[in-house]
């Protein structure tokens, strides 16, 4: 596709379950980040992945959070046993190369409720 | 670590007026750059516009512009000719360091249009 696909756009889980959010990136971007949207504020940064390999994973909450990007291409977050406060939109986005200068491309994200 | 200040929560605008969002930064890197990104309803991040720290002229993309004043560390976006579909939440971010591109973002401004 053109632009950053999320799957699913909304989730609802029950507190204490396993989950899964899909990212699928634009085609031949290199970089591939993620970030949590809390009600009322702005993104917040959770790991960055340059190829196949997590090159700053210092946003993730806690041990409970997990992604991999296995190819290089597609990145999955796990979230295990989730709790009510881990509801909020999680975003994707992939730029062409890493950078501080790059425009990086959004998905329209997944919202998450855990109930 | 840098910091990004949003201090308007919402914003009214009369349809073809222009309208200012406030941005203000606190970076102790000498090179940096700010981005302006648009939400809508939708919940995508739409990339408006960049400028760098080192850029002789403030940035324009259309009816987007960037007032940077590094003087005062800040970047404020002015939207000219205000239209009913410019209606979103406005995120000011910047790189949080190092040579990737994480961001880290402002707690945004909701810009309503008045017909």
């Known amino acids: 596709g053109a632009g950053v696909s999320q799957t699913p756009s909304n989730k609802v889980t029950e507190k204490g379950k396993y989950v899964e959010l899909r990212c699928d990136p634009i085609?031949?971007?290199?970089?591939l980040y993620w970030y949590r949207q809390s009600l009322g504020q702005g993104p917040e940064f959770l790991i960055y992945?340059?190829?196949?390999?997590?090159?700053?994973d210092s946003g993730l909450p806690n041990d409970r959070f997990f992604a991999v990007r296995p190819e290089g291409s597609v990145s999955t977050l796990k979230i295990q046993r989730t709790e009510r406060g881990d509801s909020a939109v999680y975003l994707c986005?992939?730029?062409?190369?890493?950078?501080?200068?790059?425009?990086?491309?959004f998905g329209q994200g997944t919202r998450l409720t855990v109930v | 670590a840098q910091k990004i200040t949003q201090t308007q929560p919402g914003m009214f605008v009369q349809e073809k007026e222009a309208v200012t969002l406030d941005c203000t930064y606190d970076?102790?890197?000498?090179?940096?750059?700010l981005f302006w990104y648009k939400q809508p309803s939708s919940g995508e991040m739409i990339f408006l516009i960049y400028?760098?720290?080192?850029?002789?002229q403030n940035a324009t993309e259309g009816r987007y512009s960037l007032n940077f004043q590094k003087a005062r560390k800040s970047a404020n976006l002015v939207i000219s000719a205000s239209q009913l579909g410019d209606s979103a939440m406005y995120f000011c971010?910047?790189?949080?360091?190092?040579?990737?591109?994480?961001?880290?973002f402002g707690k945004g401004t909701k810009l309503s249009v008045k017909p």
């Open positions: 992945f340059q190829g196949t390999g997590a090159a700053d």
């Open positions: 400028q760098g720290s080192y850029d002789q």
């Open positions: 085609s031949g971007h290199t970089a």
């Open positions: 970076t102790s890197d000498p090179s940096y750059g």
């Open positions: 986005a992939s730029s062409l190369t890493p950078g501080r200068n790059t425009e990086a491309f």
């Open positions: 971010a910047g790189p949080t360091g190092g040579s990737q591109g994480n961001l880290i």
